[in-house]
């Protein structure tokens, strides 16, 4: 069972007896019904950039002025009634290394840009509806990235005497870039490595990541701890948080491990990735027996192998390194064999 | 000769696996200048509390702190993809009901969310972060990377301050959470 819809109700009574009299207790008032609720996906991703994760789930695209882009939302009522989905935009901001969706009315030029098909749904329970997104970016736009987020929002019904209602809503995230030309790709660096124990006294692992690109990235990734005492080995350990930083920024990605690990020496690989950029990072490090222990700088990994495997380039060369490598085989193979008949013969 | 067409077919088998992840737009829009192909997966769906019910209060000489627990708050996210999610919570303005002018303020709510139970997929991380103003919406839990579905349910305790000398009255606001 869900609720969808509540409305806070705060009661301030002058007196206990006045409270009394009044019948007056706080409460909320809520529509109670079952199901999953409604939902939203993107349906739409661009053909060239189809290997890249993040595509697939937000809107992110890199466009000149003057490009119109169109997309389709998918918007569900898995909920076990009827339901009237509000479908909007909103600004969204990046802080503190989250995505953040603004509220309702707030705007920014990418929502000027944004036309949506559908503002109002009547969904009957079990059915879907695609919405289409058209982004128009204006011949004069300036250059730089911009965020927002497409809303499906479903609201309890007004109650008598109050026209405030309850919201709860799901979106489809938009980085749009706007560039005149190819613009600065994403890319991120790892800076250092901090291992420390927190206030429980787990060990962490604090890795300081900086947006070196000129787009917003997402970064999540895993950490291996290998050749610890006696040989140990552990991992890998996700990371805590998924961290988003806008161009610029830096933040750190944190992994809490467990307390039974011993301090080390510990070799570490950090694997952190954003889409198909990926970095991958080694140092030797010693968790602290409290407190903040050593910084270290991290030693890069190839990073073109990590970037060729992930995209699947890697498994066309080596599939073709093997078509040239065996075709050559038959060649000087053939007149071997046509020797070895010749001889039978004799 | 053999061995040849088992490349040709491992070669062919490398690029069904790099592209094995989508289909071809069979709807796909007109008059855009991106060609664009159907992204397949679930969608992510924010399910509001089960319970939520802010404690009635007298009004006093000094501030009191009204406090309401959540129950059943709910992220699914089926989109088999990166399943990275940031979920908020925000307040709006508390209307009082028969015209006091008493104003309650928002910069002092504060949302405590518990640690999230996560299903489907237990290896996902979700962590929980706490907010002290719901006037715009803050993170109120955030999941890490990973490439499956999950669902994660959590409560969380909301505490409004009601000002000293508050005019008895009863007020409405709306609590919004979001998913993206």
């Given at each position: 069972m869900a609720v969808i819809g509540v409305i806070f109700l705060l009661s301030v009574a002058s007196s206990a007896a006045q409270a009394q009299e009044s019948g007056i207790s706080g409460g909320a008032v809520a529509e109670v019904e079952g199901g999953q609720g409604v939902g939203i996906k993107l349906l739409d991703m661009p053909e060239s950039t189809q290997s890249d994760p993040r595509t697939r789930t937000y809107i992110v695209d890199q466009v000149g002025p003057g490009t119109v882009l169109e997309r389709r939302v998918q918007i569900q009522n898995n909920s076990t009634s009827?339901?009237?989905?509000?479908?909007?935009?909103?600004?969204?901001?990046?802080?503190?290394?989250?995505?953040?969706?603004?509220?309702?009315?707030?705007?920014?030029?990418?929502?000027?840009?944004?036309?949506?098909?559908?503002?109002?749904?009547?969904?009957?329970?079990?059915?879907?509806?695609?919405?289409?997104?058209?982004?128009?970016?204006?011949?004069?736009?300036?250059?730089?990235?911009?965020?927002?987020?497409?809303?499906?929002?479903?609201?309890?019904?007004?109650?008598?005497?109050?026209?405030?209602?309850?919201?709860?809503?799901?979106?489809?995230?938009?980085?749009?870039?706007?560039?005149?030309?190819?613009?600065?790709?994403?890319?991120?660096?790892?800076?250092?490595?901090?291992?420390?124990?927190?206030?429980?006294?787990?060990?962490?692992?604090?890795?300081?990541?900086?947006?070196?690109?000129?787009?917003?990235?997402?970064?999540?990734?895993?950490?291996?701890?290998?050749?610890?005492?006696?040989?140990?080995?552990?991992?890998?350990?996700?990371?805590?948080?998924?961290?988003?930083?806008?161009?610029?920024?830096?933040?750190?990605?944190?992994?809490?491990?467990?307390?039974?690990l011993p301090n080390g020496p510990w070799d570490a690989t950090l694997s952190l990735k954003s889409g198909l950029v990926e970095r991958e990072v080694t140092a030797t490090i010693t968790f602290p027996d409290a407190g903040v222990g050593e910084t270290v700088a991290p030693n890069e990994a190839p990073v073109l192998l990590i970037t060729l495997v992930s995209s699947g380039v890697l498994l066309l060369l080596i599939a073709a390194g093997t078509l040239i490598v065996l075709r050559r085989r038959r060649k000087t193979a053939t007149p071997a064999v046509e020797t070895a008949h010749a001889d039978a013969s004799v | 000769m053999r061995k040849s067409t088992f490349a040709a077919l491992a070669l062919m088998g490398s690029v069904a696996l790099v592209g094995a992840a989508v289909t071809p737009a069979m709807a796909a829009t007109t008059d855009t200048t991106i060609a664009t192909v159907a992204v397949t997966g679930g969608v992510l769906t924010m399910v509001a509390p089960e319970t939520a019910a802010l404690t009635a209060i007298v009004s006093s000489s000094a501030p009191q702190t009204a406090s309401a627990e959540l129950t059943g708050v709910q992220v699914i996210d089926d989109r088999a993809s990166i399943a990275i999610w940031t979920a908020t919570a925000t307040l709006s303005a508390f209307v009082p009901t028969n015209g006091s002018t008493t104003v309650i303020p928002l910069t002092t709510a504060t949302y405590v969310p518990d640690a999230a139970v996560v299903t489907v997929s237990p290896t996902t991380v979700v962590t929980p972060s706490s907010v002290t103003d719901l006037t715009d919406p803050e993170t109120v839990q955030v999941s890490a990377g990973g490439t499956s579905s999950n669902t994660a349910t959590w409560g969380a305790k909301v505490e409004v301050t009601v000002p000293a000398l508050a005019l008895a009255d009863i007020y409405t606001a709306t609590l919004t959470h979001s998913v993206s």
């Open positions: 009827d339901k009237v989905v509000y479908v909007y935009v909103s600004s969204a901001t990046i802080q503190d290394g989250n995505f953040v969706g603004d509220s309702s009315s707030s705007q920014n030029e990418l929502t000027t840009w944004t036309t949506l098909e559908q503002s109002q749904l009547k969904m009957p329970s079990g059915s879907e509806v695609d919405v289409l997104a058209t982004i128009s970016v204006p011949s004069d736009a300036s250059e730089g990235e911009q965020y927002g987020a497409i809303w499906a929002e479903v609201r309890s019904a007004p109650l008598a005497g109050s026209s405030i209602v309850q919201a709860s809503r799901a979106g489809v995230r938009i980085y749009l870039s706007v560039d005149e030309g190819n613009g600065t790709p994403a890319d991120f660096a790892v800076g250092s490595l901090t291992p420390s124990r927190d206030a429980e006294g787990l060990p962490t692992l604090s890795a300081l990541a900086e947006n070196t690109g000129g787009r917003a990235i997402d970064i999540s990734g895993e950490l291996n701890l290998a050749n610890g005492p006696a040989g140990l080995s552990a991992g890998p350990f996700t990371v805590q948080q998924a961290t988003t930083l806008a161009p610029g920024d830096s933040g750190e990605v944190v992994f809490t491990l467990s307390d039974e | -």
